[in-house]
């Protein structure tokens, strides 16, 4: 999604994000690890590949600029409101479990969800009013 995204702001953006979810990787397997005696499953998440693959056809069905950025970006927060979903339970299970080390990092991560899904709210006001006004002049 950086390099199709047309906007600087939305590529920024969409960057640090993928430096935070690397970081999202690392505590996962971790506390995976820990729960699963070493063993991390690698399986991809269904789901989750569906709204990647929401993405891809979003940059293969438009042309570079303001409408792509609009798509780019609705994809985006939908991962992260799935992801968001996600780590809530996963932390309400840990909490559930007595895991207070992984309600903790459960948590980090999640309040690190919902501060990415805020700035793309932030940056959708002026990405979707760029994709209207490419809209009315088309």
């Known amino acids: 999604m950086i390099e199709h995204a047309n906007d600087q702001q939305l590529k920024q953006a969409f960057q640090s994000h993928l430096q935070e979810t690397e970081v999202h990787v690392t505590r996962l397997e971790e506390l995976i690890g820990e729960?699963?005696?070493?063993?991390?499953?690698?399986?991809?998440?269904?789901?989750?590949?569906?709204?990647?693959?929401?993405?891809e056809n979003i940059v293969s069905e438009s042309d570079e600029g303001p409408?792509?950025?609009?798509?780019?970006?609705?994809?985006?927060?939908?991962?992260?409101?799935?992801?968001i979903a996600s780590y809530g339970s996963a932390r309400d299970w840990a909490n559930l479990l007595g895991l207070s080390k992984h309600v903790?990092?459960?948590?980090?991560?999640?309040?690190?969800?919902?501060?990415?899904?805020?700035?793309?709210?932030?940056?959708?006001?002026?990405?979707?009013?760029?994709a209207a006004a490419a809209v009315a002049v088309a």
Do not use: C, P
């Not at 991809?44 to 590949?49: E, F, L, S």
């Not at 990092?105 to 709210?121: N, R």
């Open 35 to 55: 729960v699963n005696e070493g063993d991390v499953d690698d399986k991809k998440d269904a789901i989750a590949t569906a709204l990647i693959g929401s993405g």
């Open 67 to 83: 409408l792509r950025d609009a798509g780019l970006l609705a994809t985006a927060q939908k991962i992260e409101h799935y992801e």
């Open 104 to 130: 903790e990092l459960l948590q980090k991560t999640l309040d690190e969800e919902k501060h990415a899904d805020e700035l793309l709210s932030t940056l959708s006001q002026s990405t979707n009013s760029a």
